[in-house]
């Protein structure tokens, strides 16, 4: 699958030399423009190229956010992610850090709203850089996506769309991680995003859905 990447941070180079190893091909885009990203794309190899956002949305089948919650709105022209499946894996902050206060809305619901032809699915936004580069390491000790003591660790899906949700799954099993369905981009989102008990929380397969099903 070719996936576009919006952000190429310390969590968007992460996440791509992830699918570049899992076999994907990877489109790049961010705010500073494809020469900044040179260094990453020699990195990755023929498997990655960089281009500007809205190229990125159009060219890609698959988009995951990895920007600056704030900068989403206005990202693309909305006809560019129309009927795309596209990844929030974004996190709304205010001030000092603390979660932004949204209501009672996800911060996803946000982005639907601003993208109504997207297919939005919440995900990809819980687990810190780090852990993702570390369990997203393989061995012949420990499988790609694991503990060390070979569980694999759980990514969350949240949507509306049920085979929006299947697609980015299918992605988290590429990875190697197990996909863990925390429900709708309302419910499931507020689960999942800063201040909710999944965000920064790793959890194996089992634990996820046990926390789930409780």
Known sequence: MRTGIIGTGRIGSTLARLLVAAGHEVLLANARGPKSIG???AELGPAASAAHPAEVADRA?????MVPYASIQGLFPTAAVQDKVLVDATNAFGGAGAPADLGDRSS???VAEWYPGARVVKSLNTMHFETLAVAGGTSR???R???AGGER???FTAGDDEKAKEIVAGVITDLGFAPVDTGSLHSGGILQQPGGP???RPLTEAQALAWISH
């Open 39 to 41: 260094p990453l794309l």
């Open 61 to 65: 089948e698959l988009l995951v956010l």
């Open 108 to 110: 996803s619901e946000l």
């Open 141 to 143: 000790a420990k499988p």
């Open 145 to 147: 996506g694991s503990t």
């Open 153 to 155: 660790l759980a990514h």
């Open 198 to 200: 999944l965000f920064n």
